[in-house]
T-cell receptor
Framework: AQSVTQLGSHVSVSEGALVLLRCNYS??????LFWYVQYPNQGLQLLLK??????LVKGINGFEAEFKKSETSFHLTKPSAHMSDAAEYFC????????????FGKGTTLSVSS | GAGVSQSPSNKVTEKGKDVELRCDPI?????LYWYRQSLGQGLEFLIY????????KSGLPSDRFSAERTGGSVSTLTIQRTQQEDSAVYLC??????????FGEGSRLTVL
């Protein structure tokens, strides 16, 4: 079974500051890991994903995440926050076989102040 | 259509009534998911269909909830005897095998 814990339901940063959104997962099989973003009044869209290979993955809008198996983490970072990054961010995990569901965390709301 | 289509976009019902929510996935997508999104609860997994395999129903919160997927395409989520705590946005998503999920705009259910 898979599960995801997102640490911090709300994160506030200043424009230009580092963004760090934390995600820890639990999986009985090698995981596939995802970050999705939901902008206000919009649907969810994929930000980035890790399946196999390089553990540092780059996504859209300057975001990246690193898969750390030893820490069972997949934290999302961005070096410099922009006002347009304000949104809700969801971490998700699934097993690496067909037939396993994608399980989401409860989400982290990112606020960016000027 | 080009994307995942859900209907109705908004549904207001009275406690105790049954409701049906419909999802048209992207053509050719083999996997279909239903999630429930409510404030502070994130995306709660409900049910997952993958091809002709038996669906993963492990997320359905009670036996009042059921879902079908006909012909490997359209899916209907049915909630019987609705309760106020069922009020939420119900999201459908589809993917090809284990690929990226594409989400619909959701059906907002309000139970009075």
């Amino acid at each position: 079974a898979q599960s995801v814990t997102q640490l911090g339901s709300h994160v506030s940063v200043s424009e230009g500051a580092l963004v760090l959104l934390r995600c820890n997962y639990s999986s009985s099989v090698p995981p596939y890991l995802f970050w999705y973003v939901q902008y206000p009044n919009q649907g969810l869209q994929l930000l980035l994903k890790y399946t196999t290979g390089a553990t540092l993955v780059k996504g859209i809008n300057g975001f990246e995440a690193e898969f750390k198996k030893s820490e069972t983490s997949f934290h999302l970072t961005k070096p410099s926050a922009h006002m347009s990054d304000a949104a809700e961010y969801f971490c998700a995990v699934r097993g690496n076989q067909a037939g396993t569901a994608l399980i989401f965390g409860k989400g982290t709301t990112l606020s960016v102040s000027s | 259509g080009a994307g995942v289509s859900q209907s109705p976009s908004n549904k207001v019902t009275e406690k105790g009534k049954d409701v049906e929510l419909r999802c048209d996935p992207i053509s050719g997508h083999t996997a279909l998911y239903w999630y429930r999104q409510s404030l502070g609860q994130g995306l709660e997994f409900l049910i997952y269909f993958q091809g002709n395999s038996a669906p993963d129903k492990s997320g359905l919160p009670s036996d009042r909830f059921s879902a079908e997927r006909t012909g490997g395409s359209v899916s209907t989520l049915t909630i019987q005897r609705t309760q106020q705590e069922d009020s939420a946005v119900y999201l459908c998503a589809s993917s090809f095998l284990t690929g990226e999920l594409f989400f619909g705009e959701g059906s907002r259910l309000t139970v009075l």
